[in-house]
């Protein structure tokens, strides 16, 4: 019975030894060589230069939304001073119409 315990417990020693050897390391990467790497290289200075302006239509693009936003805060702004005005006025000509009567 011990012989038979310990020989399973050798062959599943063995199997997952082999098992684990012969899996590959998913995290080492093989090493570029000279074209590989200027390759990378080039492609990132052209993403560099594609995105550039990119960035520049973006930032114009946000520049503009806020000076839209701005006016319309404005326009706000001036359409509760107009009532406020309006307002004022009827009041004072209801006092000098109430005066007059």
């Known amino acids: 019975m011990k012989k038979m315990l310990l020989?399973?417990?050798m062959v599943l020693m063995l199997c997952s030894s082999a098992f684990l050897a012969c899996s590959k390391d998913k995290e080492s990467e093989p090493e570029k060589g000279a074209i590989e790497k200027m390759t990378d290289k080039t492609a990132k200075e052209i993403v560099g230069k594609i995105q550039a302006p990119i960035k520049g239509a973006r930032s114009v693009k946000d520049q503009q939304e806020d000076r839209s936003r701005a006016r319309k805060g404005f326009k706000r702004t001036i359409n509760q001073t107009y009532k406020i005005f309006i307002v004022f006025c009827?009041?004072?000509i209801r006092v000098l119409i109430n005066s007059i009567l």
């Open 90 to 92: 009827l009041r004072a």
């Open 7 to 9: 020989r399973v417990v």
